[in-house]
């Protein structure tokens, strides 16, 4: 069993439902060959982009198949201990119901008290640890060197959910969709992996009337796309943010993502911390300068540290791009 | 273990290097310039400050080369219009952060943050300065930290967490989180200054520097004397301020400048510690023979004695009560030698040029006082006095020097190596195996308490009983030591404690930048001196015997002058 579904997830070709999209059998695998006296498997709960909501569905909705999901990785990699890191809400809403499901299994829940960024493992680990919640440097990767050094897979609700309907049988190639913004029909829904993100909004009865732009991935970091660009996959964390471009401030949609990213960054590094306030500062002043921004934007992806301050220029950069200019 | 030999291209040249080493070490190592600000040789690698950025050819985003390990065959490139642009907008980020006040400034025309501003063009007034109105803190009579500079690199804090105080911690202000002194009423400063020394940008001073400098010489009264002793670990570290390397010995030339800006006495703190020897090791085997109070502590550096008064109580009465260096050589040239000079004690003035921050805090207790009087009137830097011999025009490499005045001017070779980490102990070894065993310590060389290990233990054999001693070389150490002693008292019998890496010489005092090499060079600079003494011993002093005889027969006087008391603390920094 346990060496069947590292080829089970191999063949069903899965990859993280966290944003990265790294392939699970071999995240799994790199877990199982790392030497430690001890291994850890976390469940990464700790959701916090605006517009990212499908992991507060499937603990709602499917608990028992994210624990189930756990429960195999721990046999797979040959971990004793694990731990559900919960964001504050949904540590509220769902802590009672995992507890009863968890039973005997030696799983722990943990409450996040950090923002966004605990989303991102090292940093997620590094609160586990009760240390500040910022990313550690890498190397060395969790899957060798994680929660107290020790070899630890950590994977997002999702993935382990579609590990449990792997090991059973019964996965059929979907993943679940975050809807939301000027739509009518904004909830989560169950589809294909296949389907471009326009028949996705248009099989849910999402595709607006009036003009309207996406973004993708994230209510923050997520990138824009135009309604005729929409013949792609969501690959990432599978966020579907509507904007009517009618009724949109683009200024105010660019404050809100400053305001997001100089609330929710760790403020270790440089271009993240003091690019994102230049942002915000430029946007509350009315004050923005597109090549003073695009120094920043490029300092960011540069230089960054971790992930997300890498990740920030992307929505700046596609809006301002794609339909700043041309309004203007 | 020696890790594998590789060879790596930088800049087209082929460089031999071990597997593993970062980047920018390896540029250091061979002359190749990487600008970098956060990155110090005593710290872990945080990589906050993103400067030191360098292309990997094969690769597409730019890499930190104080995280970048080298590997096989690595080509890296340091410079290129990628790398100037990043540079340049990671500076004009910096710089907007820091309010600059070059003119008043620790690091003076050695700021590497501005000679990286102007190389690559960083537009100062592009970004308003985002922390003009943040606060000045001042912790204690010790030290400022000017929260209006701060580039949150986080050196700071990480020095202050190794040193085992964990005053500087990270609070959130406006959505970013910001140096500030802890509100923790378990935690307090002790003053060591090593987050001054480790802070890139000149954040953090000491009270008065470089504004009040100038004031200490000024007579109040037209008869008033003005003394100035010196302690040991300035005469090694002064020199760089001058572009003379670490570790010259700058004595006689300090000695030259001083009396060219109107001193009217300068004597040397070794003979102070020379007394201080006296003291402690009469003390020391006293507790040592009757089995009293041991392990013995020594107390000669005031951030350590506050971090036992505040942090662990329980060992004050392991403190040796002998007093430092320069306050008991104050306290001798307010009475002994006032009185032989026929002078009043009150006109006279003395000022102490000190590698410390922690003894500005120092003499200001009041338990020290001498019939009202304060042994030490003001504590100067060893970087205040050479801002003063500069706004002078006194140039220390130039100056032809002259020995300091009799009769404190003329110490042993023990009194020399306080300023070292060990130091301490070895002059105190020194004198109590010649006390207790009637013999010379052979060579008189100590070496297993040398060097810039963390802790040094070692074993002397003292006839009436082996005495276990450990010196812990930066105050973090000293933690470890106390909880073994905690588990087991018979552990040692006689600890040193400094707590500066590397003793007197790394102090919060000294001249920037601080770095281990620079620390080591200085501390041979010290062992030099001693090793050329005829007299390396305390009680051949001629002069400590001299007060001895005279004035020290009386045992009220010598305990008055000589030794002090030591009592918990509340915290002092409340914010």
Redesign the interface.
């Known amino acids: 069993m346990v060496e069947q579904i590292i080829e089970k997830l191999k063949i069903a070709e899965l990859k993280g439902r966290g944003g990265a999209a790294y392939p699970t059998w071999m995240k799994w695998n790199l877990v199982k060959e790392a030497h430690g006296e001890k291994k850890y498997v976390i469940c990464n709960a700790s959701e916090g982009e605006p517009g990212v909501f499908k992991d507060k569905y499937i603990l709602e909705h499917y608990p028992e198949e994210v624990i189930n999901g756990m429960q195999l990785a721990m046999e797979t990699v040959g971990a004793e201990e694990a731990y559900v890191f919960l964001n504050k809400e949904y540590f509220e809403l769902f802590g009672d119901r995992l507890k009863k499901i968890i039973g005997h299994l030696n799983i722990k829940l943990f409450k996040k008290q950090g923002g966004y960024l605990s989303g991102e493992e090292t940093t997620l680990i590094n609160e586990l640890e009760w240390k ?1 919640p910022e990313p550690r ?1 890498k190397p060395p990767y969790p899957v060798t060197s994680g929660l107290f050094n020790y070899p630890t897979l950590v994977n997002n609700v999702e993935t382990f959910y579609c590990a449990s309907k792997i090991a059973k049988d019964e996965y059929k190639k979907t993943r679940f969709y975050s809807i939301s913004g000027d739509t009518e029909n904004a909830r989560v829904f169950e589809l294909p992996e296949d389907w471009p993100i326009k028949k996705i909004l248009e099989e849910t009865k999402n595709w607006p009337q009036t003009e309207f732009f996406v973004q993708v991935d994230g209510g923050a970091s997520g990138k824009i796309f135009l309604s005729d660009e929409l013949e792609c996959l969501a690959q990432g964390n599978g966020a579907l943010i509507i904007y009517d471009l009618t009724k949109t401030d683009l200024k105010v949609l660019m404050k809100k993502w400053a305001e997001f990213f ?2 929710n960054n ?6 993240c ?3 994102a ?2 942002l915000r ?1 430029m946007l509350e002043k009315d004050a923005w300068n597109n090549e ?1 921004a695009e ?2 934007f ?2 960011m ?5 971790c992930p997300l301050g890498k990740s920030i220029p992307g929505p700046f950069k596609t809006l301002l791009e794609k339909i700043w200019k041309t309004k203007k | 273990m020696e890790n594998k030999k590789i060879t790596i291209i930088i800049d087209g040249q082929k460089i031999e290097t071990e597997e593993g080493k970062a980047i920018l070490q390896i540029a250091k190592e061979n002359g190749i310039y990487i600008p970098s600000l956060c990155s110090h040789p005593d710290l872990e ?7 030191c ?1 360098v292309e990997v050819k094969g690769k597409d ?2 890499f ?1 080369s104080c ?1 970048m390990k080298a590997e096989e065959g690595m080509e890296i490139i340091t410079d290129s219009p ?1 790398i100037k ?2 540079r ?3 500076l ?3 710089i ?2 820091h309010r600059e006040e070059c003119g008043d400034c620790i690091y003076g025309l050695g700021c590497e943050l501005k000679e990286m501003a102007e190389k690559y063009e960083a537009d100062y007034k ?2 308003e300065d ?1 922390r003009k109105d943040f606060p000045v803190y001042q912790f204690g009579p010790s030290l400022i930290f000017d929260s209006s500079k701060c ?2 690199c ?1 050196n700071c804090v990480e020095v202050c967490d190794k040193q085992g105080v964990g005053f500087l911690d ?1 609070e959130e202000k406006d ?3 910001e140096v500030i002194p802890s509100k923790d009423p378990k935690k307090d400063c002790i003053y060591c200054g090593q987050c001054l020394v480790h802070c890139p940008v000149g954040a953090f001073e000491a009270v008065g520097e470089y504004e009040n400098v100038s004031e200490f010489l000024n007579k109040k009264e037209k008869d008033e004397i003005i003394i100035v002793q010196f302690a040991p670990a300035v005469r090694v570290a002064i020199g760089e301020e001058f572009g003379m390397e670490p570790g010259e010995n700058c004595t006689e030339k300090i000695s030259a400048g001083l009396k060219q800006l109107g001193v009217d006495y300068v004597f040397d703190v070794c003979v102070g510690a020379d007394f201080t020897t006296m003291a402690e090791v009469e003390e020391c085997v006293q507790c040592i023979v009757e089995n009293k109070n041991l392990p013995v502590l020594t107390s000669c550096c005031p951030a350590w004695v506050k971090y036992v008064e505040f942090y662990e109580p329980d060992f004050i009465k392991n403190l040796t009560t002998a007093r430092s260096p320069h306050i008991i050589l104050g306290g001798v040239l307010k009475t002994y030698w006032a009185n032989q000079q026929k002078i009043n004690p009150k006109k006279i003035k003395v000022i102490s040029i000190m590698p410390c921050v922690a003894k500005k805090y120092e003499i200001q207790r009041k338990e020290l006082e001498i019939d009202g009087m304060k042994p030490v009137d003001e504590v100067l830097t060893t970087r205040e006095l050479a801002f003063l011999f500069k706004k002078n025009g006194i140039d220390l490499k130039k100056i032809i020097g002259i020995p300091c005045d009799n009769p404190f001017g003329d110490p042993s070779g023990a009194g020399v190596i306080y300023g070292a980490s060990g130091g301490v102990l070895e002059s105190a070894i020194r004198t109590a195996y010649k006390k207790v065993t009637g013999k010379d310590l052979e060579g008189l060389n100590f070496e297993a308490v040398r060097g810039m290990a963390g802790i040094k233990r070692a074993e002397v054999d003292m006839g009436i009983r082996k005495v276990k001693i450990a010196v812990c070389n930066g105050v973090g150490n000293a933690k470890k030591i106390l909880d073994e002693v905690k588990k087991d008292p018979e552990a040692y019998q006689y600890i040193e404690v400094m707590a500066c890496p590397g003793g007197c010489i790394g102090g919060g005092g000294q001249p920037v930048p601080n770095t281990p090499e620079i620390r080591a060079k200085r501390a041979k600079g010290l062992y030099s001196i001693d090793v050329k003494k005829d007299i390396r011993k305390a009680e051949e002093n001629l002069t400590i015997q001299k007060v001895y005889k005279e004035f020290f027969a009386d045992k009220e006087v010598y305990e008055k002058i000589c030794y002090t008391k030591f009592s918990p603390k509340n915290k002092e920094n409340n914010y």
């Open positions: 500040r440097l100089v609330k760790c403020d270790k590094c440089v271009p911390r003091e690019g306030f230049r500062e003073v120094e920043i490029f300092a992806e540069q230089t960054a540290f | 690698v945080k990589a906050t400050c993103r400067v950025v985003c730019l930190t995280t990628k642009r990043a340049k907008a990671n004009e980020l910096i907007s952060q592009k970004f985002r580039i949150n986080r990270l959505n970013i989180w």
